[in-house]
């Protein structure tokens, strides 16, 4: 390995002669110091000809909050489901128990996590390789995937929101996952100990799974596995279900949107990956037995014709994952590439591509929301802007509605959730076709918080 050059005494002055040789860097520092690179770098002119008006949209009521928590995709696929329910009840306003789905979702990745390492230990994995490492250190996140939010509700259904409520714990998470961390990496070191004895391997998986359950149990609440259903409807009509439970409770008042055969699309820029083609993550997953988190990898133009055709002629939300920091007005709501102009701010020319952004490490899609509206134009095929349902709440943005330009779309915009129905036949034939397996690291098994 070549010696790395050190940063001379001489070259620090050279560098200080330079910054203090051209007047706008001082402008700059004077006025990033006193109110913030976001204030400073923000584009006016874009800003304010960003309208928030759309051709079409879809009324979803009021924003949820996930509050201090990494639940948006478990927020923004019920928020899909509410808007089926709430037409299917006849209701204005209703909103899922995030709470109960988080619940669920913790208790079947412990089981998940445990296995998972428990067969890479029987395999010869050693206990300091990176893909150990890789599973130790993203355990028990709050993030996932579509995918991964069907297969809790497939297998246990959902509740309304009031007859499970938020927990301290549910609106601020972090607390509760040290614990289950703490407790998981304990479990691991103990299966590695046990290396080749199936019975104290499966000892220790038990233990650990019933700890999880009365961890979460203790910050989350006992879920209901069944309760009694009534509402009073939008025209003020009593109705009365009686007792139901979780699962017939979703399949009532949800199946009929088909929302668990959704298919992920994604777009993942790199040219090895070729379009049309299924790619999945190694060691992704939940729930065991449930459906594997993968892909579908297509150009990003077509993501958006189906997004387009689902806003306008189905009239339903859609969900989505994006890598939402970039070019964020957070207060304002909106996203758009020229939104702050931070090349003119530092003198530096930011030139990396969607492709190089993903190879870099410098994007991956992080967040999850849904698109309830598209401004078309006048070819009725040009998207111009699109709105966003997001889960921060009704005090930022347009009442906690964002608004995003089509060119944000392009370049930050990795996976959107779509009805298998409307792939055309050769896509549809590639989801028959195994995955290209990725490793458990790669980005496009980021998972959005």
């Given at each position: 390995?070549?010696?790395?050059?050190?940063?001379?005494?001489?070259?620090?002055?050279a560098?200080?002669?330079?910054?203090?040789?051209?007047?706008?860097?001082?402008?700059?520092m004077?006025?990033?110091?006193?109110?913030?690179?976001?204030?400073?770098?923000?584009?006016?002119?874009?800003?304010?000809?960003?309208?928030?008006?759309?051709?079409?949209?879809?009324?979803?009521?009021?924003?949820?909050?996930?509050?201090?928590?990494?639940?948006?995709?478990?927020?923004?696929?019920?928020?899909?489901?509410?808007?089926?329910?709430?037409?299917?009840?006849?209701?204005?306003?209703?909103?899922?128990?995030?709470?109960?789905?988080?619940?669920?979702?913790?208790?079947?990745?412990?089981?998940?996590?445990?296995?998972?390492?428990?067969?890479?230990?029987?395999?010869?994995?050693p206990?300091?390789?990176?893909?150990?490492?890789?599973?130790?250190?993203?355990?028990?996140?709050?993030?996932?995937?579509?995918?991964?939010?069907?297969?809790?509700?497939?297998?246990?259904?959902?509740?309304?929101?009031?007859?499970?409520?938020?927990?301290?714990?549910?609106?601020?998470?972090?607390?509760?996952?040290?614990?289950?961390?703490?407790?998981?990496h304990?479990?691991?070191?103990?299966?590695?100990?046990?290396?080749?004895?199936?019975?104290?391997?499966?000892?220790?998986?038990?233990?650990?799974?019933?700890?999880?359950?009365?961890?979460?149990?203790?910050?989350?609440?006992?879920?209901?596995?069944?309760?009694?259903?009534?509402?009073?409807?939008?025209?003020?009509?009593?109705?009365?279900?009686?007792?139901?439970?979780?699962?017939?409770?979703?399949?009532?008042?949800?199946?009929s949107?088909?929302?668990?055969?959704?298919?992920?699309?994604?777009?993942?820029?790199?040219?090895?990956?070729?379009?049309?083609?299924?790619?999945?993550?190694?060691?992704?997953?939940?729930?065991?037995?449930?459906?594997?988190?993968?892909?579908?990898?297509?150009?990003?133009?077509?993501?958006?014709?189906?997004?387009?055709?689902?806003?306008?002629?189905?009239?339903?939300?859609?969900?989505?994952?994006?890598?939402?920091?970039?070019?964020?007005?957070?207060?304002?709501?909106?996203?758009?590439?020229d939104?702050?102009?931070?090349?003119?701010?530092?003198?530096?020319?930011?030139?990396?591509?969607?492709?190089?952004?993903?190879?870099?490490?410098?994007?991956?899609?992080?967040?999850?929301?849904?698109?309830?509206?598209?401004?078309?134009?006048?070819?009725?095929?040009?998207?111009?802007?699109?709105?966003?349902?997001?889960?921060?709440?009704?005090?930022?943005?347009?009442k906690?509605?964002?608004?995003?330009?089509?060119?944000?779309?392009?370049?930050?915009?990795?996976?959107?959730?779509?009805?298998k129905?409307?792939?055309?036949?050769?896509?549809?034939?590639?989801?028959?076709?195994?995955?290209?397996?990725?490793?458990a690291?790669?980005?496009?098994?980021?998972?959005?918080?």
């Amino acid at each position: 390995m070549s010696e790395i050059t050190a940063l001379s005494a001489d070259k620090l002055n050279a560098l200080r002669e330079e910054f203090d040789a051209d007047g706008t860097n001082r402008l700059a520092m004077n006025a990033v110091t006193a109110a913030g690179i976001e204030k400073v770098a923000r584009n006016y002119d874009r800003a304010r000809l960003l309208q928030r008006r759309f051709s079409t949209v879809v009324d979803n009521g009021e924003v949820t909050h996930q509050d201090r928590s990494g639940r948006c995709w478990l927020f923004s696929s019920l928020n899909v489901a509410r808007f089926v329910a709430k037409q299917n009840m006849g209701l204005k306003e209703f909103e899922f128990s995030q709470n109960y789905a988080m619940y669920y979702d913790k208790l079947e990745r412990v089981n998940y996590f445990l296995n998972d390492v428990a067969a890479l230990v029987a395999a010869g994995e050693p206990n300091d390789s990176r893909l150990v490492k890789h599973l130790l250190d993203d355990v028990m996140g709050d993030g996932g995937q579509w995918t991964m939010a069907m297969n809790v509700y497939k297998k246990y259904g959902a509740v309304p929101k009031d007859l499970f409520p938020e927990t301290e714990s549910s609106k601020n998470t972090g607390a509760m996952n040290t614990q289950l961390r703490h407790m998981l990496h304990t479990a691991v070191a103990h299966l590695f100990a046990a290396k080749g004895d199936e019975g104290k391997t499966a000892e220790i998986i038990s233990e650990a799974t019933a700890a999880g359950h009365r961890i979460l149990t203790i910050h989350l609440g006992e879920p209901p596995v069944s309760f009694d259903w009534e509402w009073t409807d939008k025209d003020g009509e009593f109705h009365r279900d009686g007792e139901i439970t979780p699962v017939e409770f979703w399949k009532k008042y949800v199946g009929s949107a088909d929302l668990e055969s959704y298919v992920c699309l994604v777009d993942d820029p790199r040219q090895e990956h070729a379009k049309g083609k299924k790619i999945g993550i190694e060691h992704l997953g939940n729930v065991a037995g449930g459906d594997p988190t993968e892909y579908l990898n297509v150009p990003n133009q077509f993501m958006k014709d189906c997004v387009r055709q689902i806003l306008t002629e189905q009239g339903i939300p859609v969900w989505f994952g994006a890598d939402c920091g970039p070019f964020m007005d957070r207060v304002n709501g909106a996203w758009a590439t020229d939104l702050f102009e931070y090349d003119k701010v530092y003198d530096f020319d930011f030139d990396l591509d969607k492709e190089d952004r993903v190879r870099y490490c410098d994007s991956a899609m992080n967040h999850a929301m849904a698109f309830v509206g598209v401004d078309v134009a006048e070819d009725g095929k040009t998207t111009r802007r699109w709105r966003v349902e997001n889960s921060w709440g009704k005090d930022i943005a347009d009442k906690g509605y964002f608004t995003m330009s089509d060119d944000w779309f392009t370049e930050y915009v990795y996976e959107v959730a779509v009805p298998k129905a409307m792939l055309p036949a050769e896509y549809q034939a590639a989801l028959d076709e195994p995955a290209t397996m990725l490793p458990a690291w790669d980005p496009m098994g980021a998972l959005a918080k």
